[in-house]
């Protein structure tokens, strides 16, 4: 049964940077494009980057230039690397599959940017 354990988040001041890891137990990422998805309180769960198994990474407009999202297949590990955080971008931060399988959501991790 595949897991993804989501780590990396923590407190940080606006305008600073994490970087979010997202490990695999099984090798899905050779096969599947994987994304980060991240839930506020209060609101809906929302897609902020996709990397495809091959391609462009995609990314929500919120983000876009300030998060980057990366793969490294060998250790079935996925990324997000966040600068430029702002106290909008307080949320959950969960990986998934491309489309997102209900049975891999995780704990995710929390990211908390203070202003």
């Known amino acids: 049964q595949v897991q993804l354990v989501e780590s990396g988040g923590g407190l940080v001041q606006a305008g600073g940077s994490l970087r979010l890891s997202c490990a695999a137990s099984?090798?899905?990422?050779?096969?599947?494009?994987m994304g980060w998805f991240r839930q506020s309180p209060g609101k809906q769960r929302e897609l902020v980057a996709v990397i495809p198994s091959g391609g462009s990474t995609r990314y929500a407009d919120s983000v876009k230039g300030r998060f980057t999202i990366s793969r490294d297949n060998a250790k079935n590990t996925v990324y997000l690397q966040m600068n430029s955080l702002n106290p909008e971008d307080t949320a959950v931060y969960y990986c998934n599959t491309i489309p997102p399988d209900w049975d891999y959501w995780g704990q995710g991790t929390q990211v908390t940017v203070s202003s």
């Open positions: 099984g090798d899905i990422f050779s096969i599947n494009a």
